[in-house]
T-cell receptor, first 114, second 113 residues
């Protein structure tokens, strides 16, 4: 398997623009996680899905953030409108069985909002 | 929810020395404790994990210990090498049916040649 695949790898956008990050989990995994990493706050869990259903979105910072998982092989994280404080690395990760087993991270999407 | 505290935030050692990173967790129902290594500009990757039914696990130069009573666990790296330089994260899996991982803030380990 190619692992968790994320796109884009890097994005620079202007404040107010919509940003869409994409993720393809490892085939057969039933959990998908979106994390955000910054120097100040470390690795924060934003939302996670089990069998395509959102289970816990308590980490989503505000209504500007939304995530979907229309099928087992695809998920999106959308920020609309984007703000400079959203600049971070966004990791998608997947596992079989959730946080009880190994979580595999994608390479991350490096977002800069200017 | 689960809260994971990790210390120290930075650690510098000489090549060949040992390094120890400590974490505490708050949820007594947590039962899975992985450690991830993240090299600069790369993704976090699992290096070792431990479940609550064992107290220690070893894999070559790395080992993890768990004290469930005190709710703390530690990563031990022996005979450190420059390639061990990275950020290390501990994590705890929340108990019950909430199968998510909560990460510590990370430890930047620098191994000086």
């Amino acid at each position: 398997d190619a692992g968790v695949i994320q796109s884009p790898r890097h994005e620079v956008t202007e404040m107010g623009q919509e940003v869409t990050l994409r993720c393809k989990p490892i085939s057969g995994h039933d959990y998908l996680f979106w994390y955000r990493q910054t120097m100040m706050r470390g690795l924060e869990l934003l939302i996670y899905f089990n069998n395509n259903v959102p289970i816990d979105d308590s980490g989503m910072p505000e209504d500007r953030f939304s995530a979907k998982m229309p099928n087992a092989s695809f998920s999106t994280l959308k920020i609309q409108p984007s703000e400079p404080r959203d600049s971070a690395v966004y990791f998608c990760a997947s596992s079989f069985g959730g946080g009880r087993n190994t979580i595999y991270f994608g390479e991350g999407s490096w977002l800069t909002v200017v | 929810g689960e809260n994971v505290e990790q210390h120290p935030s930075t650690l510098s050692v000489q090549e060949g020395d040992s390094a120890v990173i400590k974490c505490t967790y708050s949820d007594s129902a947590s039962n899975y404790f992985p450690w991830y290594k993240q090299e600069l500009g790369k993704r976090p990757q699992l290096i070792i994990d431990i479940r609550s039914n064992v107290g220690e696990k070893k894999d070559q130069r790395i080992a993890v210990t768990l004290n469930k009573t005190a709710k703390h666990f530690s990563l031990h790296i022996t005979e450190t090498q420059p390639e061990d330089s990275a950020v290390y994260f501990c994590a705890a899996s929340s108990g019950g049916s909430n199968y998510k991982l909560t990460f510590g803030k990370g430890t930047l380990l620098t191994v000086n040649p």
